[in-house]
């Protein structure tokens, strides 16, 4: 499984990129696996803040709507707008070009209860 090692992973299968006190947030390629192809985004808006664990999307496949969970406390500061039309990368890039949006984090220490890459590649 690939799993990169400068990421945070949830139970969730939601990733985290830390740069400072922002959050890149995307869904593993686990996830993206087990959802098939996704054909739509329903993402969070800027501005909107969100505790850790709240909804604050879905994403809709072939098979399935999913929610996408709040991995951490913040608000989010950036969407990934190049995924309308073209969320079929959540499937083929979903580390780099897949991801869904930026949160800037509200309680920095939250990261310190996510997994690592072998955390989490220990859990599949």
């Not at 501005?47 to 709240?54: H, I, K, L, N, V």
């Not at 969970?69 to 995924?83: K, Q, R």
């Not at 920095?108 to 072998?118: H, N, Q, R, T």
Request: glycine letters at 10%.
């Amino acid at each position: 499984m690939n799993c990169p090692e400068e990421l945070k992973y949830t139970s969730e299968h939601e990733w985290l990129r830390i740069d400072g006190d922002v959050a890149t947030v995307g869904i593993t390629d686990h996830a993206q696996d087990a959802l098939g192809d996704i054909v739509f985004a329903d993402l969070p808006e800027v501005g909107d803040s969100f505790e850790s664990g709240e909804t604050g999307g879905e994403l809709e496949s072939v098979k399935a709507v999913s929610d996408v969970y709040m991995p951490v406390s913040g608000e989010v500061t950036e969407i990934n707008e190049a995924l309308d039309g073209e969320e079929g990368n959540i499937n083929t890039d979903p580390y780099g070009a897949g991801w869904l949006f930026k949160i800037k984090l509200s309680d920095p220490s939250e990261i310190d209860s996510l997994m690592s890459a072998d955390e989490y590649a220990a859990t599949l």
